[in-house]
Structures are given as C-alpha cells and as structure tokens.
C-alpha cells in the first residue's frame, strides 16, 4: 500500500507538471514538454495520452516550422477551452466586471455593470455579483470555479469581504453565498493581490521570487510576493500599504483613520490638496482617469499647487516603501494604475524619501516599472488563481483512483 502511494504522488506531481507547462508556455510538442519539465518522453506520452482521453488536452497541429526527427510535423498538445469555464469577477467602486474564462485562457465573456456601491445595500451588492455570474453562465456550462477581486481587505481564507472603501457594508460571506448558489470553489481576493500574481504570469524574468506592486488609483494598495508565494496576513489578505500612517493625526484618509498613506498619495488626496482643500476636507470619490493626467501636466508646466500635491504624494509612498524595504530588502518595484501615468512627477520625491529610511541603504537595487492601466491585470490575475487550482483539481483524479486500486 505505501509503495502505490508514492507511485500515486509521483504521478499526480507529473501530472501537475505537465498542465503547468502548457498552461505558462502555450501549445507544445511531447518532445517540447519533456523539456520543460525534464520527464521522460515515455513518462510524458502516458501522462498526455491519460490527459487527452479525459478531454483534459487536445492534439493541434504544431506550429509551423516545428518539425519531429524525420521531418514530420509534431503534434503540438494544449489545454482544452471545452474542458471548463471559470467565472471572475471585480467589484470595484461604482464598477463591476465579470468575465467568463475557457480552461485555455481565453475569454468567451464579458460584463460590465455601473453599481451605486456607496449606497446600494447588502442584499444589493450581493444580488448584483449573483447576477453577473449567472448571465456568464447563462445558455452554456456552469463555471467550475469563482474568483471575485475586490478593493479592500478580504479575510486569510479568501471567503469574506471584511472591509472595503467602496461600501458602508462590512464582513460580506461572498464565498459561502456564492458557492452555494452556483456550486462551485469559490475564492475572495483583495485586487491588488490579483494584480501580483498577474505580474509573475506576466513578466517572470522581472517578477519572479519577490516584488512589490502597487497600485496608485483612488485608493493605494500593495500585492507582495516573497520567495515566489503570495503574501498574506494571518487574519486577513495583508498587504494594506496604503493604510500604513504616514503622519499620525494626519490628513482624512477613506478609511475614517488620520495620516494614512493614501491619504495623501491617493487620487482623491492629490486632487484635494491641489485644489487647496482643507486636510480633513471629506475625500471625493471616483476621480476620473483624464483628470488625474490633466493635474499631472498642469505640475510639468508650473511650479505650483499641483506639483506639490505630486510631491507630497510621492514622499509619503517613498516613506512607506522604505519601512517595507527595511522589513523585506528591496525588490523590484511595479507601479499600477492611474497614478503611474504620472509617475515622473513622483519618483524623484519617491527615492529622496526611501534614501531617509534604513530601507534606503540598498538604493541601487530599487528599480521602478509602470503600468498604467491595472483592470486587465485584476482579471488576469483573478483568471489565473481559478485556472491553476483547476489544474490541481485534475491532476488529482487519476491519482486518487490509482490509490483505491492499491488498497483493494
């Protein structure tokens, strides 16, 4: 029985392996995923034969010019889009976004919704994710997995909403509702966290084992990789950089606390304080893209209000990064969202503040990339984390049979 349990483990880690490697790097010859994952051709062609016969992996003819031995083309193998569907939703302020994901990764769906979420009750907010799934769903198969992002903190389980600053309504059970009426995994995620992973899919050269992203919009928010695993709080998604204090007894953040980061390098924040507004002045919501660069351009030309709100905001993120920096050495750095179209406004103050912290004392191993936009990455992100633990779901049956054939 032992040895038909290792055997058993043996081949679902094989199995694993070889969906990861069609699943990073595309359609692949037998000969291509040996490679990859160092196994045996013979190992591979009965993992795949078993994978195709389950509608797992299809045969496609490879690309051209990939040619077998004897100049034949090779028959390439990639995952099946009928094998399952998977459902991913972002709920961010007054917006949500859902997309039905084939098992190969493409979308076959999108949704997208405008939602008073500031005022809509609970049952409301519910009630609309519950309906953007259902017309993903609707005429086809129900989605194996749910992967909701949402803006704010969700708990260390990834089933409940506890926080966000979109919604007066706290600790939302969105896994235990959602499973229950669609009957499938769901998983709850803070959206920045999403925007990480989708990184490491993205770019592993650059993010790989640790990095930091964060995301500049109307909140401030933080997804961390250490040593190749996504970090989380104990309690909670973790993370929370745009609510670390900055200043105690500070400016008004969303979250009702004073001196929080965000509350002086959020989007709202750059606004009020380049209008002049009072620091505890309530924080406007839903900033526009267009005004954000229309501010960015106006500090370029003139050494005024603009620029300093630009300033202040990247020295309260410098300060932040360098409290990081000094718990987690520096990493590679990616900056999300809106904010980043103006981040040659905010990296000079951004590395004078990180040169202030014990965190500074690496500098040289600080470096900055930009992507503006990070919807795409949330769902990409999102998509990931439900295909992945799918792949896992199937590596497993044959498995699990094998070790019932063992111990009768």
Known sequence: MTVGVRHDDLRRRNRAMVLAAVRRLGQLSRTEIAAATELSNSTISAISADLIAE?????????????????????ALGLNPARASVAVVVLTLNQLWATLVAYDGAVTREETTRLPTLTMGRDALVGAVVDAIEKLASGGQPPARIVLAVQGITDAGGTRMLWSPITPHADIAFGPLLAARFDAP???????NMIAVALKWRWPQRYRDDFFAILLSDGIGMGLMQKGQLFTGTHSSGGEFGHMIHRPGG???????LGCVEAYAGSYAVVRAAAGGG???APPADIP????EALADRARAVDGPERAAFM???????????SLFA???????AVV????????????????AIAQTAGGQHSGAISFATEPDEMPLIREGSAMTALTALDEEISAPVAAASARREVA
């Not at 769901?186 to 920045?192: E, F, L, P």
């Not at 400016?251 to 606390?257: D, I, Q, S, W």
């Not at 718990?327 to 750095?333: G, H, N, T």
């Not at 969202?337 to 004078?352: C, T, V």
């Open 186 to 192: 769901v998983t709850v995620q803070n959206d920045c």
């Open 337 to 352: 969202g809106p904010g980043a179209l103006a981040f040659d406004m905010l990296e000079q103050p951004i590395r004078e």
């Open 289 to 292: 893209e267009a005004e954000i």
């Open 55 to 75: 509608g797992t992996l299809v045969e496609a003819k490879a690309p051209e010019g990939v040619l077998a031995r004897r100049g034949r083309p090779q028959v």
């Open 327 to 333: 718990l987690f050495d520096p990493a590679p750095v």
């Open 312 to 322: 202040r905001a990247g020295e309260a993120i410098g300060y932040g990064l360098g």
């Open 279 to 281: 620091e505890n002045d």
């Open 251 to 257: 400016a008004l953040c969303r979250c009702g606390r």
